[in-house]
């Protein structure tokens, strides 16, 4: 039985519709993350799960039970709020203590809960300090350390890293994951930040504009995404995409762009002369050899390798490689765009399978 | 260095003129009440008499009316400020919080309440309070200053609730409290500071009302002490050291409010709560 059971979700705002027909089971200690822009509904979605916004259709279930009317509090779930919402009047203690002293549980027992928690954040010298003096960090490891003073049935978090600085977000997201590894609690992560979503999830769910655009692992988003949207949200830097006709020279499927032609392994079988939008991720353009000629714009040494951005006959593309290529600005230099790493995209923005797959 | 000091030596100049300005009719008040009645007239214009005395006070205490004046004032003006506060709290927290149909409408109501000037609106409360005995009474002031006193106080407490993030709520909820229970057990201790400002407009309000004290009582068992005041003024004379005394006794519960509730005025409750 999944633990979160969500089909046919819509919300809208007056007649403004900002979820669309959402449909998502998450699994039992499943770490789902949603991830999209801002405004795509991902937030809106999480509340709903909490029971912070009114469902307008469709159905949430919660271990089985059917909580669309319910208030949060029958739903037993926890979450960690963007802006962490710490109560200011209560120390670290007493905001962790808040939910169990609702729940009438023994002096004792939340003594023994707070210090659990407490030591597995490192909070411990913190207890009985209030919210005003503690720093970002702090805040966001009490906000979370209410959240699993109790055994909720799932953990929801919103966007908790995204006020942390760079260096203190990629600590505690390693932290957030080893929380869950320990507590294998059922967890619900919003974030607009891919790189959280593909380090953190089992399985992501991208969205866009109030629809989910795909759902899966995050090497599946990586390697097979669905459609243009999230082809061009997951990845950085992004995928370089150029428009293309489809077309059969010498009876060999080609993709033909006003400036070069890639010959494709295998006929996808589409009508000749169709639109596409062909993708390639940076990292799988061939630097130095091959049958296209590039002329470099522009290098960004990122220490880890180089990020260039060239120009291929009018289209700028950017190329990862991990070798120091000796490459100068304003010169040319061979290059090639493999065909089994090609990304094919019909007119409507939808994946066209090919045979590699 | 030197312009340095000059230029704090004048802002603290102008701060101390700015207090002795706001504060010389305080210490003019206090000045007279203790000037004993033959050197009141006779010394002309001093900063402090040769000689002061408390005959004025023990007059006021003992030989007028004042006591009661001054129980009345307490009764009322307490009062006031109890049901303004409830109220205002209640219903700036629902004009926060929650979107509800006729809400603009009910906004626009409140606001033009707050647009006559009080003169215009004396005799149809006359009228409106009299067929049900409510002149003379104190339950009749009660009722007046609340009406006046609630849009404005309301309007006060939805501006300190619009200051405490949602998310507040939203936390308490999931943690397993209900709607009413986030209100009183996280929103309302954080609105502490603004019931207490409210609470003391509105005290002070109701304390020094006089038109409505005046036109809708005739008796001095109903009368406050702003209407008491009124009665050192005879026709013929004032009795300026008695008055001064009974105003500088009517100093003190507005004192000692405002000490009970500065604490909270001054305290910056919602620090840390969210990301600042």
């Known amino acids: 039985m999944s633990a979160i059971e969500i089909s046919h979700l819509s919300k809208r705002y007056g007649t403004t519709p900002v979820l669309d027909d959402v449909n998502l089971s998450v699994a039992a200690g499943e770490f789902i993350v949603l991830v999209g822009p801002s405004g795509c509904g991902k937030s809106t979605l999480l509340r709903m799960i909490a029971g912070l916004e009114v469902v307008s259709a469709g159905q949430i279930r919660i271990g089985g039970t059917l909580v669309n009317d319910l208030p949060p509090k029958a739903r037993d779930i926890a979450m960690v709020f963007q802006s962490y919402a710490l109560y200011p009047h209560m120390s670290v203690a007493e905001n962790m203590a808040y939910s169990l002293r609702l729940r009438h549980i023994s002096r004792q027992r939340i003594e023994t809960a707070i210090n659990a928690a407490a030591e597995k954040l490192g909070l411990g010298a ?53 929380l869950h590894r320990e507590l294998g609690a059922t967890l619900i992560y919003v974030t607009h930040d891919q790189i959280e979503a593909m380090t953190l999830a089992d399985r992501i769910v991208a969205m866009h504009a109030g629809r989910v655009q795909q ?63 062909v993708g390639i991720r940076p990292e799988h ?6 049958r296209l000629q590039g002329v470099v714009d522009l290098l960004e040494p990122t220490g880890l390798g180089t990020i260039a951005h060239l120009q291929l006959a009018g289209t700028a593309v950017k190329a990862f490689c991990l070798e120091r290529l000796p490459l100068a600005i304003s010169t040319s230099l061979k290059m090639d765009l493999p065909a089994q790493r090609l990304h094919l995209f019909d007119a409507e923005g939808a994946r066209v399978a090919q045979q590699h797959e | 260095m030197l312009r340095r000091i000059l230029y704090w030596s004048a802002h603290y100049l102008l701060i101390a003129l700015y207090v002795l300005f706001a504060l010389f009719p305080l210490f003019w008040l206090i000045k007279v009440a203790l000037t004993p009645n033959d050197l009141l007239y006779s010394e002309g214009i001093r900063l402090w008499p040769s000689r002061i005395g408390l005959e004025h006070f023990r007059f006021v205490l003992t030989n007028s009316e004042f006591p009661l004046f001054f129980r009345n004032s307490v009764i009322v003006s307490c009062s006031t400020a109890l049901i303004v506060s409830l109220l205002s709290s209640v219903c700036g927290y629902g004009l926060s919080r929650f979107n509800f149909r006729g809400k603009p409408l009910l906004l626009a109501l409140m606001l033009i309440t707050q647009m006559f000037p009080l003169v215009m609106l004396v005799a149809p409360m006359f009228r409106l309070l009299a067929p ?13 200053y ?21 998310e507040l709520e939203e936390a308490a909820m999931v943690d397993g409290a209900t709607r009413f229970g986030a209100f009183r057990r996280i929103v ?80 910056g409750l919602t620090a840390g709560a969210v990301k600042g």
């Open chain 1, 126 to 178: 913190l207890l009985g300090r209030k919210p005003r003096a503690l720093s970002g960090g702090q805040r966001q490891r009490v906000a979370m350390g209410r959240a699993i003073v109790r055994k909720p049935k799932a953990f929801l978090f919103d966007e908790p890293l995204s006020n942390l600085d760079a260096r203190l977000r990629e600590h505690m997201r390693a932290e957030i994951k080893k």
């Open chain 1, 215 to 277: 759902i899966g692992s995050p090497l599946e988003l990586y390697d097979r995404p669905a459609n243009l949207f999230v082809a061009g949200f997951i990845g950085s830097p992004a995928m370089n995409m150029f428009p293309a006709l489809f077309s059969r020279r010498d009876g060999r499927a080609t993709l033909v762009h006003a400036g070069f032609a890639l010959a494709l392994e295998h006929d996808p079988g589409l009508a000749e002369g169709m639109p596409l939008t």
């Open chain 1, 285 to 290: 353009i061939v630097l130095g050899t091959g």
């Open chain 2, 132 to 144: 049900l005995g409510l002149t003379n009474t104190l339950t009749g002031l009660v009722i007046v």
């Open chain 2, 146 to 166: 609340c009406a006046f006193n609630a849009p404005f106080a309301t309007f006060l407490m939805q501006s300190f609730f619009d200051a405490i993030p949602k």
């Open chain 2, 188 to 267: 309302l201790p954080l609105t502490l500071p603004g019931i207490a400002a409210t609470a003391g407009f509105v005290f002070t309000a109701a304390w020094s009302e006089l038109l409505f004290a005046l036109m809708l009582n005739s008796s001095s068992r109903a009368s406050t002490f702003p209407v008491g005041l009124l009665s050192f003024v005879s026709k013929f004379s004032v009795d300026f050291g008695q008055m001064m005394a009974a105003g500088v006794l009517a100093l003190i519960p507005a004192c000692l409010f405002f000490l009970l509730i500065q604490r909270y005025l001054v305290r």
